[in-house]
């Protein structure tokens, strides 16, 4: 009995064992299913989900003063009030409303209060709901969702174009965009234009239909360019000396390193931070003694990045505008061997994802991105980063702009050119001023641009209290802002400006060194950056005579004498100014007007517009026309612009307008609103007069180093016959220029020659 008992329980103690030594295989083969640092994720989202589940987006928690509830901050004007309601709401204790203080007196006034949260989310779609009601609003209202990069926004939509007007009841809205890889924030609100009130409540985010506080955290992906920041703080290259041979060696490290930087797959994937690369390899170029020397190091700098396979061709039917320029890499000054290296990268195989550039969808434009700003230099030694500051701009115009074939110098020679110049920006000031001097090559037109483009963002900006215009080459006061700051000045409508702040206003226009307080001027206003007053000199009558003028903040309220949106000018004449107007007043309007015998349309008064002109199109136009193209920048090859299908404005109508159209346009209609005369130049009967638009298609931007910002057009705007607006604007039918007396004098001059036009 014994001997069997002992028996049974030595069966036992084996099976036992023998399932402890299986346990303890699979724990040591499988052991990293156990380590602790695999549930990192899981608590970190563990963390996560306890801050998402306290996210105050139904407006719950309120401990400010100022009734914002907590997390949430204030956008758009502070004309606007937005508080937390305890009266008028959907559920909870409040709803958020938002209203304007006074009565808005200018047509892009809005307020939107607005609360971020950080992009951690797995997910290809971020959605915003909300419930909004409205009461006496007059503009299209929208949920605002903004998903934002390591260098600004990466999708944006405000529904504005939807012409959302709301009810007096609560009712849902919604809007989805898609989640970019690399987003770092997301920025939820709500918008409400112009006059009235709109409440919101009950928000809700969802990444892919799921509630955020569902949804996976996603995996961080770091790029080894992340990785390198030796070179964050500056170059460490200080070149005193440089011989013609040095220029050229820095010429081809310049073109090499920009190729490169758009064009290899690895660049393009993130393995290396383009910046710190370049100041590896200068030293060792600046030192060669020739050019064998110099090609050898190159071409290793090149095997070391990694070999490339070519890419499938694909047989592609578009019209092509402008193709990359590589005609440079059959230099003689290149051996053939490192001629050979290049020319293989120029069809190798690329992914779709690319870490400095990125083509935002459904529209044209490239996107820079991951460029450090590189704040703080040290301009009198740090050669490095001025050279830098030379290379990103000139290969940003030589892969990147529209109109790189119209440039008048042969942008092909700049780079050679301005490396002496670079070189020797010792101080500031001397580099801001070489920036200009670089700048003003593809961008003729700079009266406002270049002031702005190097404005430093660092400090407060004011603003003169009246509006200029130029008469005859001269800077002409033509209008108030703030009337009472501007008689208190002494500044008088007509007067002649002639210098501000003791430098000729042909230097401003045309800058050729820059000071503090940084005067900019611009198509109708003067921008101060960093001053609360500008001495202006000032010819009047005859006489010179000098003021100085009190300026004040941009974001300041001033009281303006608000233009009506349309009018009467006889009953035979009606008025628009597309400015001021909204889509669900249109139809209104034009049906008061459909007998009139002429409308005049007037874009002279303002840069940024919705899209109300193009619906103003489908009243005048008994068909869809075409009105302009566009081209893009093939991303598989940087350098290479495609035209674009035109684009077609107006809709069936055969009750369209039958009366004579005069659109009114001077260099104060820039940007969108010269998409928007050719839209209207499209249709029948139209006839545009004035003076020369702007042109200052200045769409998308990039950082140069000291933490610079400066614009260009990047995508190449044309009437659908292919004629030019670049450096010409949009086609005027007949030149009418204002003139001095008749600003004084208080005329309209061009709206008294529309009017004549009309009833000829």
């Given at each position: 009995m014994n001997a069997s008992f002992f028996r049974r329980q030595r069966t036992w103690v084996c099976i036992l064992l023998a399932g402890l030594v299986i346990i303890i295989v699979g724990a040591y083969f499988c052991g990293y299913r156990f380590k602790v640092e695999n549930y990192l994720p899981l608590l970190k989202s563990n963390t996560y989900r306890d801050t998402l589940s306290n996210l105050n987006l139904g407006f719950e928690n309120v401990s400010k003063p100022n009734g914002l509830p907590d997390g949430w901050v204030q956008w758009g004007n502070w004309s606007y009030d937005i508080q937390v309601d305890s009266l008028v709401k959907r559920s909870g204790k409040y709803a958020l409303?938002?209203?304007?203080?006074?009565?808005?007196?200018?047509a892009r006034e809005y307020g939107c209060p607005s609360f971020a949260i950080p992009a951690i989310f797995e997910g290809e779609n971020v959605t915003l709901k909300a419930f909004m009601r409205t009461e006496g609003v007059?503009?299209?209202?929208?949920?605002?969702?903004?998903?934002?990069?390591?260098?600004?926004?990466?999708q944006f939509d405000n529904m504005y174009r939807k012409g959302l007007m709301g009810t007096p009841e609560w009712e849902e809205y919604s809007v989805t965009l898609p989640l970019p890889v690399e987003a770092k924030m997301i920025y939820i609100g709500a918008i409400l234009w112009g006059k009235g009130k709109l409440w919101i409540d009950d928000i809700q985010l969802l990444?892919?239909?799921?509630?955020?506080?569902?949804?996976?955290?996603?995996?961080?992906?770091?790029?080894?360019?992340?990785?390198?920041?030796?070179?964050?703080?500056?170059?460490?290259?200080?070149?005193?000396?440089?011989?013609p041979e040095m220029v050229t060696s820095l010429e081809l490290l310049g073109r090499i390193w920009g190729f490169l930087k758009y064009y290899h797959p690895a660049v393009a994937?993130?393995?290396?931070?383009?910046?710190?690369?370049?100041?590896?390899?200068?030293?060792?170029?600046?030192?060669?003694?020739?050019?064998?020397?110099?090609?050898?190091?190159?071409?290793?700098?090149?095997?070391?990045?990694?070999?490339?396979?070519?890419?499938?061709?694909?047989?592609?039917?578009?019209?092509?505008?402008?193709?990359?320029?590589?005609?440079?890499?059959?230099?003689?000054?290149?051996?053939?061997?490192?001629?050979k290296k290049l020319k293989a990268i120029i069809n190798a195989e690329r992914g779709d994802y690319h870490y400095y550039i990125d083509l935002l969808p459904n529209e044209n434009t490239p996107k820079f991105k991951n460029e450090?700003?590189?704040?703080?230099?040290?301009?009198?030694?740090?050669?490095?980063?001025?050279?830098?500051?030379?290379?990103?701009?000139?290969?940003?115009?030589?892969?990147?702009?529209?109109?790189?074939?119209?440039?008048?110098?042969?942008?092909?020679?700049?780079?050679?050119?301005?490396?002496?110049?670079?070189?020797?920006?010792?101080?500031?000031?001397?580099?801001?001023?070489?920036?200009?001097?670089?700048m003003k090559i593809p961008n003729e037109r700079m009266d406002f641009v270049s002031n702005i483009l190097l404005l430093d963002r660092t400090q407060s900006q004011t603003r003169a209290p009246f509006e200029i215009m130029m008469v005859d080459d001269k800077l002409v006061v033509k209008d108030y802002l703030d009337e009472q700051l501007s008689l208190k000045s002494g500044i008088?409508?007509?007067?002649?400006?002639?210098?501000?702040?003791?430098?000729?206003?042909?230097?401003?226009?045309?800058?050729?060194?820059?000071?503090?307080p940084f005067v900019a001027i611009g198509s109708s206003n003067l921008h101060l950056f960093n001053g609360e007053k500008i001495t202006v000199q000032v010819i009047r009558e005859g006489k010179t005579l000098v003021f100085d003028v009190d300026c004040y903040?941009?974001?300041?309220?001033?009281?303006?004498?608000?233009?009506?949106?349309?009018?009467?000018?006889?009953?035979?004449?009606?008025?628009?100014?597309?400015?001021?107007?909204?889509?669900?007043?249109?139809?209104?309007?034009?049906?008061?007007?459909?007998?009139?015998k002429g409308l005049i349309i007037d874009l002279r008064?303002?840069?940024?517009?919705?899209?109300?002109?193009?619906?103003?199109?489908?009243?005048l136009s008994p068909h869809p026309v075409d009105y302009v193209r566009f081209t893009r920048n093939d991303k598989s090859q940087p350098g290479t612009f495609i035209f674009m299908p035109a684009l077609k404005t107006g809709k069936e109508n055969r009750d369209n307008y039958k009366g004579k159209v005069v659109v009114l346009v001077n260099d104060a209609t820039v940007f969108k609103s010269e998409t928007y005369a050719m839209a209207l130049q499209a249709c029948p009967n139209v006839m545009v007069i004035g003076s020369a638009t702007s042109h200052i298609n200045q769409d998308n931007g990039f950082i140069l180093p000291g933490d610079f910002y400066t614009t260009m057009a990047s995508a190449g705007m044309y009437y659908p016959d292919g004629r030019e607006t670049n450096r010409v604007g949009v086609a005027v039918d007949m030149e009418v220029k204002p003139t001095i007396q008749g600003i004084i004098n208080g005329r309209d001059e061009l709206l008294e020659k529309a009017i004549e036009i009309i009833h000829q």
């Open positions: 409303r938002v209203e304007p203080k006074r009565e808005p007196t200018a007059d503009r299209p209202i929208g949920l605002m969702l903004r998903i934002d990069g390591n260098d600004g926004s990466l990444i892919d239909g799921k509630d955020i506080t569902e949804t996976p955290i996603k995996k961080t992906k770091t790029f080894k360019a992340e990785l390198d920041t030796v070179f964050d703080d500056g170059s460490k290259i200080d070149i005193r000396t440089y011989t994937a993130g393995e290396y931070n383009w910046d710190a690369e370049l100041f590896r390899i200068m030293p060792a170029v600046i030192g060669t003694q020739n050019s064998d020397e110099r090609n050898k190091i190159l071409a290793e700098w090149i095997d070391r990045l990694g070999k490339v396979k070519p890419a499938k061709k694909a047989s592609v039917n578009q019209e092509v505008k402008m193709q990359p320029d590589f005609t440079w890499m059959d230099n003689p000054e290149i051996s053939k061997p490192l001629s450090k700003r590189y704040e703080k230099i040290d301009y009198y030694y740090d050669s490095g980063l001025r050279l830098l500051a030379l290379y990103r701009y000139w290969n940003i115009i030589q892969y990147f702009y529209p109109y790189r074939y119209s440039i008048e110098k042969e942008w092909d020679t700049v780079l050679y050119e301005f490396i002496p110049k670079f070189l020797d920006s010792y101080f500031a000031n001397y580099y801001k001023q070489t920036l200009i001097e670089l008088r409508i007509g007067d002649i400006i002639v210098e501000i702040n003791k430098k000729p206003v042909e230097e401003i226009r045309r800058p050729t060194v820059v000071e503090s903040p941009l974001d300041k309220d001033f009281q303006r004498v608000k233009k009506p949106s349309h009018l009467f000018l006889s009953n035979e004449t009606g008025y628009i100014r597309p400015d001021s107007l909204s889509d669900d007043s249109l139809s209104n309007i034009m049906a008061s007007f459909m007998n009139t008064y303002f840069s940024v517009m919705d899209d109300t002109s193009f619906t103003l199109c489908s009243y």
